[in-house]
């Protein structure tokens, strides 16, 4: 399938005939998930753009359909039932995507998100079940940041050969702790305060949005392990990594709900939040950096225990996959 490949990521596939590249995730996930681990990688769930396009695929989802019916793809009725749209917001049956429907499909209460079985064609599945998925990114869309040597335009350079990302759109600790290592980064950890003056006017950047909490965004740490006892995601106490300044009038004492997850507010303090409860959160990369294939794994392993669901735990063994 692949043929005079463009620069960009090694970890995904180039079709000349569509100029686009794409990536097949073998280990299945939800719906809301894949979309986010896309996104995450700076591409989008596969929606095929033709019907030639369409045919191409099974080709490329062959390998999971022995133990899988299908694979997800970027269409879904979750807006009104039965009102077909893609992620772009097109109705599925003013497009040649209409043709594409799988005998006796769509199935009455058969699901919300659409997949893609061996034969091209498309059925409705309940979006919560897990499915391996593909990514897809067209040729001319993707330029090359060079300061950060990624090809998301997203990442900023900082100080100490520290590349950030900060992510506007909210997610629950545990999807930003995928999302940040989809990137090829990790949950930010502050070690001084030129850094956490740093997260300060990257927070002074972005305007005031409609999210649980405005002040608040993900950090790298939580104590998910022993309660009261904050380590970053990389095994380190808070205070062995070099900042550890907290907002004493932010105390978690007067939640209702334990504040397991790390955070940092507006004012660059340390503080915590619900894990579970959607946030900003800021990603880091340092460049050059070079990880071995068992730091990755002991990074993964170290987070299943404290993943809260079966999917999130084949997320992150997918994730593992997907790195290596």
């Known amino acids: 399938m692949e043929t005079e490949r463009p620069a960009y990521r090694k970890d995904y596939i180039y079709e000349k005939a569509f100029k686009t590249f794409y990536k097949l995730h073998n280990t299945a996930a939800t719906w809301p998930d894949a979309k986010i681990r896309c996104e995450a990688e700076g591409s989008e769930l596969m929606i095929p753009e033709s019907l030639d396009e369409a045919d191409a695929m099974p080709v490329l989802i062959t390998a999971v359909l022995s133990k899988y019916n299908g694979v997800y793809v970027g269409i879904h009725d979750l807006y009104s039932e039965r009102t077909y749209v893609t992620l772009k917001g097109k109705l599925m049956q003013d497009t040649i995507l209409n043709l594409l429907w799988e005998r006796n499909e769509p199935r009455p209460n058969g699901g919300r998100c659409l997949a893609m079985q061996r034969s091209g064609r498309f059925f409705v599945n309940p979006c919560t079940q897990p499915l391996p998925f593909i990514c897809?990114?067209?040729?001319?869309?993707?330029?090359?940041?060079?300061?950060?040597?990624?090809?998301?335009?997203?990442?900023?350079?900082?100080?100490?050969?520290?590349?950030?990302?900060?992510?506007?759109?909210?997610?629950?600790?545990?999807?930003?702790?995928?999302?940040?290592?989809?990137?090829?980064?990790?949950?930010?950890?502050?070690?001084?305060?030129?850094?956490?003056?740093?997260?300060?006017?990257?927070?002074?950047?972005?305007?005031?949005?409609?999210?649980?909490?405005?002040?608040?965004?993900?950090?790298?740490?939580?104590?998910?392990?022993?309660?009261?006892?904050?380590?970053?995601?990389?095994?380190?106490?808070?205070?062995?990594?070099?900042?550890?300044?907290?907002?004493?009038?932010?105390s978690q004492n007067e939640k209702s709900v334990p504040q397991r997850c790390g955070g940092v507010r507006r004012n660059g303090l340390l503080t915590t939040g619900d894990c579970n409860v959607p946030a900003m959160f800021f990603c880091e990369k340092l460049l050059n950096a070079t990880v071995s294939k068992q730091a990755l794994r002991q990074r993964v392993k170290k987070a299943k225990p404290a993943l809260q669901s079966q999917a999130q735990m084949n997320s992150a063994d997918g994730l593992f996959e997907d790195i290596l």
């Open 136 to 250: 897809k990114t067209k040729a001319e869309k993707i330029t090359y940041n060079k300061e950060c040597k990624s090809f998301d335009k997203r990442w900023k350079l900082g100080s100490k050969n520290i590349c950030f990302y900060m992510h506007t759109e909210p997610q629950t600790w545990y999807q930003a702790y995928m999302t940040c290592l989809a990137s090829g980064g990790h949950l930010l950890i502050v070690n001084d305060r030129n850094e956490a003056k740093y997260v300060r006017d990257l927070f002074k950047e972005t305007p005031e949005r409609r999210v649980p909490d405005n002040e608040f965004a993900f950090l790298g740490f939580s104590d998910l392990f022993q309660r009261h006892n904050f380590k970053t995601i990389h095994d380190q106490k808070i205070e062995d990594v070099g900042y550890s300044d907290w907002d004493v009038k932010c």
